[in-house]
């Protein structure tokens, strides 16, 4: 039998509507704030559930806020192959995080449309509801409650406005009282594929068009509380403070010699510093910290909790002061599917894209559902390596070749087949 030809996207449609998606909450300072639960998320999710249909897909919005969009004559016996990612965004964030997998999972949808080609599994895209974690809240939850895996009470939680996700579901289409309905049964989904921009700088600085992702790592946060004494800045002798901050600031140094050749995790971070009473003429009497540790493994990220919990005690009995050491959310590092590691490899190579092998340093979507599903992610190039800011970008050949290289993977998993009459059948 004859192969089907090689099948491209619309590369000049994709980016159009990126560009087009990436208006609704665009910033003047050339960001864009679609965060979830908000109008301009709600406009967002309204404009690709409109490309959806022009992909022939039938859209509809679960009880937990994702966008689903499913093949309105697919069989309700077959595992689905779910594509996609997410639409919503950091306050002043980039046009391409989570929106350029979802606009590419149309594109291919409405590609295998065009050419009649169906897959041996329906075809199915998402984007998942409130990743970013919008006000405060706990992020990824929308494929967290594809799974069934939502914390029990999270709905009730206040945000950083003071509202619950309870009060804010029903805003976007979702349903509070029914959200344990948008849970989908155990081998519902045949694999899951997601395509990202890299969010790092590992596939710019070494020129490769391809990442093919072999574990999205996990993630600790540890919160340190310290406790010192306030007091007159002026009056204190230096002998006989218990200065918050002076410990807070030696933790904040040790905390990177975690990391590294000789350290026990991948990255370490210390991303946040609350000072109590934070004025200019008071001893700090309280601090707080939030460390961020991240690596592939999770026997690594329970050293690193260890080394936190030790470099405090040190601190604490140098300055005088008191930490308490909590471990906050805890994800899990999760590998990507071989076969499907596998697949996009051998879609980059039959399009001559040069890729490597890199971890994804980024949480995504697909790390939740890769402990339920086979998952596997597709990395492009990030220029120089900025995401979560308005200089977010990468090239449009590249964006174009990656929507590409999901599509070749598609082929490759479902062993697609023309439908169209008189049409040449795939290769098996």
């Known amino acids: 039998m004859n192969e089907v030809p090689v099948l491209r996207v619309d590369g000049k449609r994709l980016v159009r509507r990126i560009e087009e998606l990436g208006r609704v909450g665009a910033d003047p300072g050339g960001g864009v704030s679609r965060l979830a639960f908000t109008e301009e998320y709600v406009r967002g999710r309204e404009l690709v559930a409109g490309y959806m249909r022009e992909a022939g897909l039938r859209p509809s919005v679960d009880?937990?806020?994702?966008?689903?969009?499913?093949?309105p004559d697919a069989p309700e016996d077959l595992p689905v192959l779910l594509l996609g990612s997410h639409i919503d965004s950091v306050p002043g964030g980039g046009t391409l995080d989570g929106a350029y997998g979802v606009l590419a999972a149309v594109e291919?949808?409405?590609?295998?449309?065009?050419?009649?080609?169906?897959?041996?599994?329906?075809?199915?895209?998402?984007a998942f509801n409130n990743e970013e974690g919008a006000f405060g809240t706990r992020g990824m939850f929308g494929s967290r409650a594809l799974v069934g895996g939502l914390v029990k009470g999270e709905l009730d939680v206040p945000d950083s406005r003071g509202d619950t996700i309870a009060e804010w579901l029903p805003r976007v289409g979702g349903d509070a009282d029914r959200v344990d309905e948008a849970a989908w049964p155990s081998g519902r989904i045949a694999a899951f594929l997601e395509l990202h921009i890299e969010q790092g700088p590992v596939l710019h600085e070494y020129g490769d068009r391809i990442g093919v992702v072999d574990v999205i790592t996990g993630r600790t946060s540890v919160d340190l509380d310290i406790t010192g004494q306030t007091n007159h800045a002026g009056t204190t002798p230096m002998d006989l403070r218990r200065d918050a901050l002076v410990a807070a600031s030696h933790i904040i140094a040790a905390i990177p010699r975690l990391a590294g050749p000789r350290g026990v995790v991948r990255v370490a971070t210390v991303g946040q510093?609350?000072?109590?009473?934070?004025?200019?003429?008071?001893?700090?009497?309280?601090?707080?910290?939030?460390?961020?540790?991240?690596d592939g493994s999770r026997q690594a990220l329970t050293r690193g909790v260890a080394e936190v919990e030790s470099v405090a005690g040190v601190m604490a009995r140098r300055t005088g002061t008191r930490v308490e050491v909590r471990v906050g959310q805890q994800i899990p590092p999760v590998p990507c599917a071989p076969s499907l590691r596998q697949a996009i490899a051998r879609a980059a190579d039959?399009?001559?894209?040069?890729?490597?092998?890199?971890p994804s340093g980024a949480g995504h979507d697909a790390q939740i559902i890769g402990e339920f599903a086979p998952m596997g992610m597709i990395f492009v190039p990030s220029r120089r390596g900025i995401s979560h800011a308005p200089d977010e970008a990468t090239a449009a050949t590249d964006l174009v070749a990656g929507a590409d290289v999901l599509?070749?993977?598609?082929?490759?998993?479902?062993?697609?087949?023309?439908?169209?009459?008189?049409?040449?059948?795939?290769s098996r």
């Open 63 to 71: 009880a937990a806020g994702n966008l689903l969009g499913r093949q």
């Open 108 to 126: 291919v949808a409405q590609v295998l449309a065009t050419h009649g080609v169906r897959p041996a599994h329906p075809l199915a895209v998402v």
């Open 273 to 294: 510093c609350f000072v109590h009473p934070n004025a200019w003429n008071v001893v700090p009497g309280r601090v707080r910290l939030r460390v961020d540790l991240r």
């Open 350 to 358: 039959e399009l001559r894209l040069p890729h490597r092998t890199v």
């Open 407 to 426: 599509l070749r993977t598609v082929l490759g998993f479902g062993r697609g087949q023309r439908a169209a009459e008189g049409t040449e059948r795939a």
